[in-house]
């Protein structure tokens, strides 16, 4: 073999590949029972495996004139996984985020880009005879044409449009876990922020390069001049390829690690959900006699201590549905369910810092006991509640301070 297939870039895309394939196989072989947010993961790698394939099919160095020559049938069919990482890269996002997720009918609708590049390559380009589409593969002319770039042009905003809703979706998860959780200081979602900000820069990038194309077709650029000190367009596709690489090995080694522990929510329920439970709700909601029984039952039991308490948990204790108690949390009281128990967590520490029995004890136990694991939101939830910091109460319970 006397001649080179493969330069520096395109082992960069090949790699990329066999990480993205190889990472899905162990994802599928070790998913534990219904998690479906690992056959998410597992199929945007599986999609994402192509596009670097794909890239080498049309851009590789050597390796372009071999599949020319050897397997032309093969061009353009890896670009289908463009329209479809980035989709199934929101998905994953959101199987992590609602632990009740699963796709529904309107969730196909997703495919309605897939189907229109499927339409345009049958009606631009597989409807003509053999000789001519090898003909455009080998002089690019194909590649370069106004309906190419054009959907080209679509395909890669529409990526970004899909990784900032993703992002939104994990910027707004916090304000979302407060409706379940009593503590959310434990849940990190740094990763997965750095995962899918990163995906976000790379599509950003290949955008601007698709950008660039159109730009360049209308005041007539030639892309294939040839430009010995390389061109902008050269330079952003190969960050490109080389910022996917580290983004894959991150994912590789930091979500194997951290996602099988993600701290998932309920969807909100759905029209038919919430017409089977609104008339038992409406009632409970109408009737203050119950919010004053929650409210007594959680000052006797004090189940509030618990630290990892859950919407579901105490429901559980309370024989109250989940969905029910959050709307009567809510109503009566104006709380979501992480302000409703540090409500009844600050009372606790304002009795304990008050008992002569605890006149030893630190501040720092106090509020462990009762449940809060972060000094920052504890001193938070106290000053707004109070009035003061502990260490002001401890000493002066009876003066109120003002407020700033």
């Known amino acids: 073999m006397d001649f080179v297939v493969f330069n520096f870039h395109d082992v960069i895309l090949l790699m990329t590949a066999m990480l993205c394939g190889f990472f899905a196989l162990l994802l599928i072989a070790t998913n534990p029972p219904n998690n479906i947010s690992n056959y998410f993961l597992a199929a945007f790698l599986v999609a994402h495996a192509f596009i670097p394939l794909h890239e080498l099919v049309l851009w590789g160095a050597e390796f372009k004139l071999q599949v020319r020559e050897h397997a032309p049938g093969i061009y353009f069919i890896g670009g289908s996984a463009y329209y479809l990482d980035a989709v199934l890269l929101y998905f994953y996002v959101k199987s992590l985020v609602f632990r009740d997720f699963h796709l529904r009918p309107r969730d196909y609708l997703h495919l309605i880009p897939l189907t229109l590049f499927g339409i345009f390559m049958v009606l631009a380009f597989y409807r003509f005879p053999a000789d001519t589409r090898l003909e455009w593969v080998n002089d690019e002319t194909f590649v370069y044409s106004f309906g190419y770039i054009g959907m080209d042009f679509m395909c890669k905003f529409l990526r970004v449009a899909y990784c900032v809703a993703g992002f939104l979706l994990i910027y707004k998860y916090k304000g979302i876990l407060k409706n379940t959780h009593s503590n959310i200081e434990k849940v990190d979602i740094l990763w997965l922020k750095i995962l899918v900000m990163g995906f976000l820069v790379v599509t950003a990038m290949e955008a601007f390069l698709s950008l660039s194309k159109v730009i360049g077709f209308s005041t007539g650029y030639d892309f294939r001049a040839p430009h010995p000190s390389g061109n902008v367009i050269e330079y952003i596709g190969l960050s490109g390829y080389y910022a996917l690489f580290v983004l894959v090995c991150t994912l590789v080694f930091t979500s194997m690690r951290y996602f099988s522990n993600f701290e998932a929510v309920r969807q909100k329920d759905g029209k038919d959900s919430r017409e089977t439970t609104k008339k038992s709700a409406q009632e409970k909601l109408l009737n203050p006699d119950y919010a004053d029984k929650i409210d007594s039952i959680m000052r006797s039991q004090k189940t509030y201590l618990n630290p990892d308490l859950t919407l579901d948990m105490l429901a559980e204790s309370l024989s109250i ?84």
Do not use: C
Not at 328 to 346: C, K, T
Not at 375 to 386: A, E, G, I, P, R
């Open 321 to 404: 549905p989940a969905k029910d108690l959050s709307m009567i949390i809510n109503r009566h009281f104006n709380l979501n369910f992480y302000e409703f128990i540090n409500g009844y967590r600050i009372e606790e520490v304002q009795k304990r810092l008050l008992d002569p029995a605890n006149k030893d004890k630190t501040i720092t136990d106090i509020y462990l006991e009762v449940g809060f694991n972060s000094k920052s939101v504890f001193n938070t939830f106290f000053k707004k509640l109070v009035g003061k910091t502990p260490s002001e109460y401890r000493q002066n319970p009876q003066v109120v301070a003002t407020e700033s």
